[in-house]
Structure formats: structure tokens, C-alpha cells
């Protein structure tokens, strides 16, 4: 059974700094690519990057620069370091993954910019 769990976020002001960090378990990890998504109220779900297995890395536009995906293939673990913050970014933040066809998703976390 996959688990992913999240800790990290919550209130910065803007252009502060958080670390998102994910556990998995229930997946060959290093085999597994590795996604970080949001939802800001009232809006659809969306990727903000994803890292595969040997830590090829892709960004959303609107984060790149900012935001850095990285993982530990010992620790089965995923992290975003979230830099340069804007309250554009509030949103709950998602780990994801998919096994045999099936996504996954973390409990979310809320991630609050505000001054």
C-alpha cells in the first residue's frame, strides 16, 4: 500500500522561504518519479514540479527559479525548498506519485503567504 506523507509549510511572508518534505513507502522509491502539485481556493489542482527516479527535474513556468525539487533514494524522501515566496503561492501543497496506473497523493499541506 503507498503512503506519502507530507510536513513543511505554513505562514512566511512574502518573499520568505519553506520546505516542503514527503515520505514514501509502499514503492520501489528509486524507480518512482516524484511530483509536487497545489490548489489554491477556487482553483484546479497543478503541477509545480516533478523529479524522476535519477533526479531529472521539470518546473512549472510560473515557479522556476524559485522553487527546487530534489530527492533521497536512501530516505525515500522528496523535498521542495520554496524560495522568494509571493501570496500568489497560497495554496495546499500535494506529493505525489503513481503506481501501476494509480496516482497518489499526500495529505496536503497548507502553504500561507502573507504579510
Known amino acids: 500500500q503507498v503512503h506519502l506523507v507530507q510536513s513543511g509549510g505554513g505562514l512566511v511572508q512574502p518573499g520568505g522561504s519553506l520546505r516542503l518534505s514527503c515520505a514514501a513507502s509502499?514503492?520501489?522509491?528509486?524507480?518512482?518519479?516524484m511530483g509536487w502539485y497545489r490548489q489554491a481556493p477556487g482553483k484546479q489542482r497543478e503541477l509545480v514540479a516533478n523529479?524522476?527516479?535519477?533526479?531529472?527535474?521539470n518546473y512549472a513556468d510560473f515557479v522556476r527559479g524559485r522553487f527546487t525539487i530534489s530527492r533521497d533514494n536512501v530516505r525515500n524522501m522528496v523535498y521542495m525548498q520554496m524560495n522568494s515566496l509571493e501570496p500568489e503561492d497560497t495554496a495546499v501543497y500535494y506529493c505525489?506519485?503513481?503506481?501501476?496506473?494509480?496516482?497518489?497523493w499526500g495529505q496536503g499541506t497548507q502553504v500561507t503567504v502573507s504579510s
Open positions: 505525489s506519485t503513481t503506481r501501476q496506473s494509480l496516482r497518489y
Open positions: 509502499g514503492i520501489n522509491f528509486r524507480l518512482h518519479a
Open positions: 523529479i524522476t527516479g535519477s533526479s531529472n527535474t
